[in-house]
């Protein structure tokens, strides 16, 4: 269900969203009027008016507070892979210091785990989940990086810089996958479904 909804494009379910919720205003108000008489609705205007009120305001403080902590979360998430991205290219590039077979192999490690992260890893965070193989390539060029004795100061920096950067590579994506696990709570989703038919029914 989530890859469908992932295939909707942004205006296309806002579009979706305004209509379903228009319905819901429209045919909920049509139905209440026929069920009960205009006397009723004078009856309790005043206390209905008090209790949407503040109903009608917590919930939007809350729902206001909640987007506010999604977005920061998307954006601090954005960065990470963004740094990841970077780190993973500045690797490819500083093994150019090391000799052809130990350059060889940091390359294709990080051509193998670019490959990785985007046709498995980044598919299986919709679910929560992460790719196995992506350690696997990442330390693998951390190994080669690592093992390799240096024979002069060229190679001594292109290896401290290299493993730098592997080293940041490597706490980027912890930092992604961490922020992928923390996701709005159940608990959370709660209150939100239980403000909006408050808000809905009082109305």
Aim: aromatic fraction near 10%.
């Amino acid at each position: 269900m989530l890859d469908t909804l992932y295939q909707i494009p942004p205006l296309a379910m806002l579009a979706i969203a305004l209509l379903v919720a228009l319905a819901f205003a429209c045919g909920g108000q049509a139905l209440i009027h026929r069920r009960f008489g205009s006397e009723n609705f004078i009856h309790h205007n005043e206390v209905g008016g008090f209790i949407i009120a503040v109903v009608g305001t917590t919930y939007a403080v809350l729902l206001g507070f909640l987007t506010t902590v999604v977005w920061e979360h998307f954006t601090e998430t954005q960065r990470h892979t963004a740094s990841e991205s970077s780190a993973a290219g500045n690797a490819w590039h500083t093994s150019v210091g090391f000799p052809y077979p130990v350059r060889s192999r940091i390359r294709n490690n990080m051509n193998s785990y670019a490959h990785i992260m985007i046709d498995e890893e980044w598919p299986a965070m919709r679910a929560g989940g992460f790719s196995t193989r992506g350690d696997i390539a990442l330390m693998a060029a951390m190994s080669a990086a690592g093992s390799y004795t240096p024979t002069n100061s060229r190679e001594a920096t292109a290896q401290l810089i290299t493993q730098e950067q592997l080293s940041l590579l490597h706490d980027e994506r912890l930092r992604r996958l961490a922020n992928n696990r923390s996701p709005i709570s159940w608990f959370e989703w709660v209150v939100l479904l239980t403000g909006a038919v408050s808000v809905i029914s009082f109305c």
